[in-house]
Each structure stands twice: as structure tokens, then as C-alpha cells.
T-cell receptor, first 113, second 118 residues
Framework: GDSVTQMEGPVTLSEEAFLTINCTYT??????LFWYVQYPGEGLQLLLK?????DKGSNKGFEATYRKETTSFHLEKGSVQVSDSAVYFC????????????FGTGTSLTVIP | DGGITQSPKYLFRKEGQNVTLSCEQN?????MYWYRQDPGQGLRLIYY???????QKGDIAEGYSVSREKKESFPLTVTSAQKNPTAFYLC?????????????????FGPGTRLLVL
């Protein structure tokens, strides 16, 4: 079945460090891929998305490229800030599931000054 | 502003009690969803609805019930049959364009309700 596997956390980085959070997926058909962010005590917010192979989603300095050959959608940021501390979720949506999303387990990021 | 509201922010349940979590959206979205989030874990789908008066079970529907009498509202009831209800509950909605499912529609989330058992 369709699924998402996400890098386990927690991840702790110093401010201005480079961030990578790995995400790989298994899906039939042609999924759309998403990264959501959850700040403490809040709901999820869409961070970025890509709807077809080789698309790059980007927002707030974060980027992720949809790699069909490696079935991956890794999240990257060149220089993290303390305000980036949150839980990050990778998710997929396929034509086989209508509007049903599959979420990864989330990766907690803490950025220290 | 358009968005999704959930209430209450915190909810306390006594043993054997049913409680209802509210979810309202003014985004004119057809589809709505309920997820459960446990500490350190991802999201698990409880129920979803793609049209008024219709809803489908997700992965962990046992002990929960929903209704969809209005497009804007999708309340979730946590029944006494749910033996481990303590969790963070998230509601979401998404568009379905032209009466046919468009599979690249983004989900938008509410702020969540934290349910605690007394």
C-alpha cells in the first residue's frame, strides 16, 4: 500500500546549520508530495508541495525536490533559525486514494542559538 | 479570514462519557477529515467525508462517530467505547474540484483540540 517513511528524530542543530530531513515514499500511480510543519501546540501548516516528478517545492528558505527515480522528497534548508524549531511531516496523496493523505511519523527539529 | 476552527482547545472527559469535538470551515471545501495525533507519533486518520451526508471510516474509526449535516461542519464524537482517547485531534479540509476528485488538492488544518481523561 501507499506509505511514507520519514527520518526519525529528534534532530538538534545549531543556528545557521544546514538541515536535511529525509523522506521516501511508496505509492502506486503518480503521487503529489507535501511537507507540513507543526509548531508547538498548533495544527499543521502546509510548508511546500510538489505535484510531479522533478518539481521543486520551496517556501521560507525550505526546499524539496520530487525524485521519482529514488522515490524521495527530502526537505532541506541552508541555514536554520531558532524559529524553525517544530515538527515536520512528509505526506503523499495519490490518485488511488482520492483525497486521502498518508503522513509520515514526523521529525522533531530543535534549533539552538 | 477563511479558515478552519476547532473547539474547544482543551477538553476533559470523564469515564463512560461521550464528548463531541467541533470543526467548522468557511473555505467552501467539500472534503473534511479527522486525525488523531499521539505524542511522538504521526497522524492517523479517523474519519473523512467528501460530501454532505456521507462519510467513510479511516484507519482507526473504532470508538468514534461523525456526522456531516452541513458542508461547513464535521463534528467528531469520542464515545465511551474509545478506551484510550487521550490525544491531540486535528481536523482538516480540502477542495474537490468540479465534482470529480482532484488528487492534488492540499489539506488545510485547524489548530487542534487536546482531549484529556479525568
Amino acid at each position: 500500500g501507499d506509505s511514507v517513511t520519514q527520518m526519525e528524530g529528534p534532530v538538534t542543530l545549531s543556528e545557521e546549520a544546514f538541515l536535511t530531513i529525509n523522506c521516501t515514499y511508496t505509492a502506486t500511480g503518480y503521487p503529489s508530495l507535501f511537507w507540513y510543519v507543526q509548531y508547538p501546540g498548533e495544527g499543521l501548516q502546509l510548508l511546500l508541495k510538489a505535484t510531479k516528478a522533478d518539481d521543486k517545492g520551496s517556501n521560507k528558505g525550505f526546499e524539496a525536490t520530487y525524485r521519482k527515480e529514488t522515490t524521495s522528497f527530502h526537505l532541506e534548508k541552508g541555514s536554520v533559525q531558532v524559529s524553525d524549531s517544530a515538527v515536520y511531516f512528509c505526506a503523499l496523496l495519490t490518485s488511488n486514494t482520492g483525497n486521502q493523505f498518508y503522513f509520515g511519523t514526523g521529525t522533531s527539529l530543535t534549533v539552538i542559538p | 479570514d477563511g479558515g478552519i476552527t476547532q473547539s474547544p482547545k482543551y477538553l476533559f472527559r470523564k469515564e463512560g462519557q461521550n464528548v463531541t469535538l467541533s470543526c467548522e470551515q468557511n473555505l467552501n471545501h467539500d472534503a473534511m477529515y479527522w486525525y488523531r495525533q499521539d505524542p511522538g507519533q504521526g497522524l492517523r486518520l479517523i474519519y473523512y467525508s467528501q460530501i454532505v451526508n456521507d462519510f467513510q471510516k479511516g484507519d482507526i474509526a473504532e470508538g468514534y462517530s461523525v456526522s456531516r449535516e452541513k458542508k461547513e461542519s464535521f463534528p467528531l464524537t469520542v464515545t465511551s467505547a474509545q478506551k484510550n482517547p487521550t490525544a491531540f485531534y486535528l481536523c482538516a479540509s480540502s477542495a474537490i474540484a468540479g465534482g470529480r476528485l482532484r488528487w492534488n488538492q492540499t489539506q488545510y488544518f485547524g489548530p487542534g483540540t487536546r482531549l484529556l481523561v479525568l
